[in-house]
C-alpha cells in the first residue's frame, strides 16, 4: 500500500507549468533604479547649474548693463548741467557775451544733457516715477536754455548786466530746480543699484547651489560601482568613471565661470565705476561752486548799491553743490578723467559677460554626456537578465 502522497513505483512526477513566471531578479532591480537615479541625477545637476548660471546671468545685466551706467548717466547729466551754469554765469561776469555769445562749451554741455537724459530714459530703472521725473528735467531744461538765451539776447542788445540780470535770476530757479530733480533721480539709481547688488543670485553661496544634487549623485556612482563589482566581478567601469569625470568638469566649469564672472563684475563696481561717480560728482562740485560764486559776483556787479544783492528779483545765489575737487579740467588731482573710469568699467563688465557666454552650452554639453555614459554602463548588465537571468 503506497502511503498517503507519496508516488506509486513507476510513476513520473509531474512537471511544474511550463508557463509559469520565474521570480524576478533583485539584481536587475536593483541595476535599473541605479540608472534611473543616475541619469536623473546628473540631468538634475546640470539643470541646477543652468538655472544658476542664468540667474547670475541676468543679475549681472541688470547691475552692469543697466543699473550702474543709468547711475553714471544721471551723474554725467548732473555734472554737464552745473558746467553749463558755470560757463554761462562766468561769461556774463567777464563780459564775453557780449562778443561771443553763449560760446561753444555752453552749447555742448546743452547737448551733453540731453543725450545723458536720453539713455538714462532708455535705462528707466526707477519705473514710472522715474519716467516722471525725466519728463520733467527734459521740460526744464528747454525753459532753462530760453532763459539763458534771453539774458544772453538782452546783454547783446543793451550791453547793460543789469538788463539781461531777471532773465539770468529765472534761468537759476530752472537750474536749482533741475539739480533737485537730478539729484532724486541720482537717489534712486543709488538704491536701485545697491538693492541689485544684494540680490541672492550674485551672492557667493548661490554658485554653491548646484552642489546640493552633485554629492549624492557622487554616492550613487560609488554605490553603483560596489554594485559591479560585488555581483559582477567588475573592478572598474569605464563608462561609469567617464560619466562621474563628465559631471564633475560640469559642476567645476559651472563653479568657476560664475566665480570669474562675480569677480569681474565686482571688481569693475567697486574699482572703476566707484571712481568714475567720485570723479563725476568732484567735477559736478566745483563748477556748481564756481558758478555760485560767479553768480554772486554778477549780482555785485549789476547792483552795486543795494544792500541785498537781489534788484528785486529775491532771489539769493544758490548754495555751492557737493564738495569741490579736481582741477579746471575736469581731472581729479591724480590727472584722471571720468571718461576713462567710465570705459575701464564698461571693459570690466564685458569681462564677466564673457566668462559667462560658453557657459551654458558646455554645461549642457557635459551633463548630457554624463547621463549617456551612466546608463551606457549599466546597459550591459541589465541586458544579461533580458530573459529571467538571476
Known sequence: MTAPGATAPGVTAPEPPADEPATP?????????????LVTG????GALCLLVSGRADTGTDAVGGRAAPALLRA??????????????????????????????????????INQNLAELAGYNVAGPAGTSDLQLVEG?????????????????????????????????????????????????????????????WLAATA????????????????RTQSVLRRRFRRRWSTWLTAAVLALTAAVLWCGQSLHASDGHLRSALDGPFAEAVTLAQQQAGRSAAEAAEDLSAVVAQACPATTTRSCGTGLTAPPPGPAAGGTPDGTADGGRRPGR???????????ADASASLRPAVVALLALAAAAASARALNPRIDEYRFGGR
Do not use: C, K, M
Open 25 to 37: 531578479s533583485t539584481t536587475v532591480r536593483t541595476l535599473r533604479r541605479l540608472r534611473a537615479a
Open 42 to 45: 546628473s540631468l538634475l545637476t
Open 75 to 112: 551723474e554725467a547729466a548732473y555734472g554737464a548741467l552745473a558746467d553749463a551754469q558755470r560757463v554761462a554765469v562766468h561769461g556774463f561776469l567777464q563780459g564775453t557775451v557780449v562778443l561771443g555769445g553763449l560760446g561753444d562749451q555752453y552749447q555742448n554741455d546743452i547737448a551733453a
Open 140 to 200: 526744464l531744461v528747454v525753459a532753462y536754455n530760453a532763459e539763458i538765451e534771453q539774458a544772453a539776447a538782452d546783454y547783446q542788445q543793451t550791453g547793460e548786466l543789469t538788463r539781461a540780470l531777471p532773465a539770468l535770476w529765472y534761468a537759476t530757479l530752472q537750474y536749482r530746480e533741475i539739480s533737485d530733480t537730478l539729484d532724486r533721480l541720482r537717489t534712486e539709481g543709488r538704491a536701485t543699484l545697491n538693492a541689485q547688488r544684494g540680490s541672492a
Open 207 to 222: 554658485d554653491l547651489l548646484f552642489l546640493v544634487p552633485f554629492v549624492p549623485v557622487l554616492v550613487l556612482f560609488a
Open 341 to 351: 573710469a567710465e570705459a575701464e568699467f564698461t571693459d570690466g563688465v564685458a569681462e
